[in-house]
């Protein structure tokens, strides 16, 4: 119980210091992709704690997977409401680029900002690992060199999952981005923490390239190439051929819609087609 109390006082100091820094850029509109870098770091500071809790806490801590999962649940859930306004996802912030909701230099700027967070946060993360406050936390320290990898299959499998569970998401998401938020975010947090539990012997399903970034790319077993094939480049062909299934089209690259027949909204009068044959 004292290592899970560590760690919600660890989840609690970061969750106050990514609100605290969204609080402060509220009267700053134009840095707003700092937002962004405030989501991120606190999203992927707050899941590599719950990764050590998998990793570690179950025979270290006494903490089974019915702990873990609800963990990551209330994370998300947490994250969803506190930073409505900014994801911390990339593929989130390309697709509002791609259906012509964002400019580009607020695209580039986010998605710099969302890997600089996810960096942040490593070094926040190792730091609190070398206090090692708790057993969990000291093994953990050992172990942090040579991490294990979240990346459990082959890259071509690997890619096939993760690209299939960011489809999934994306479709999801897009349908339920004009739901009010009381609706929409426990749904995503509820899809998120299904499919990571489901491909947790696969990829971890993390459907977001930053926090792949931050959770995995550091460990050794496969080369940052395969590592961004199956986290990076999966995730962008889910979100683009999501987008596609969805509107039919991808807005920023062309007009026409390809996969749907759009009908004409208006109808001519029967009476008028009769005039028109009489003259």
């Not at 405030?38 to 707050?46: D, G, Q, R």
């Not at 994250?79 to 259906?99: D, E, I, M």
């Not at 708790?134 to 890259?155: G, W, Y």
């Amino acid at each position: 119980m004292s290592g899970l109390n560590a760690s919600l006082g660890y989840f609690l100091a970061v969750v106050v210091f990514a609100v605290s820094l969204q609080t402060l850029l509220r009267k700053w509109p134009r840095f707003g992709f700092v937002s962004e870098f405030a989501s991120s770091f606190m999203l992927v500071a707050c899941r590599l704690e719950v990764q050590t809790i998998v990793e570690v806490g179950e025979w270290a801590g006494g903490l089974g997977p019915d702990v873990t999962v609800t963990m990551l649940f209330v994370l998300l859930l947490t994250h969803g409401v506190l930073c409505a306004g900014a994801s911390g996802n990339p593929s989130l912030v390309v697709q509002r680029f791609l259906q012509l909701d964002a400019p580009t230099l607020h695209t580039v700027l986010a998605v710099a900002a969302h890997f600089a967070g996810a960096h942040l946060a490593l070094l926040a993360a190792g730091y609190y690992w070398r206090l090692e406050l708790t057993d969990m936390h000291m093994i953990k320290n050992l172990m942090s060199a040579s991490c294990s990898t979240s990346l459990l299959v082959p890259v071509l499998q690997g890619f096939v999952t993760e690209c299939a569970c960011a489809l999934v998401f994306h479709l999801i998401q897009l349908n339920l981005r004009h739901r009010s938020a009381l609706i929409r975010v426990p749904l995503t947090a509820v899809v998120l923490t299904f499919l990571s539990h489901t491909a947790r012997g696969y990829t971890s399903a993390f459907i977001n390239p930053s926090l792949a970034y931050g959770l995995t790319f550091h460990c050794p077993g496969f080369t940052v190439t395969e590592y961004a094939v199956v986290y990076w480049l999966s995730s962008l062909t889910g979100m683009i051929l999501a987008l596609l299934l969805y509107m039919g089209h991808i807005p920023r690259l062309f007009a026409k819609n390809l996969l749907y027949f759009q009908k004409t909204r208006f109808r001519v009068p029967k009476g008028d087609k009769a005039e028109k044959k009489k003259i």
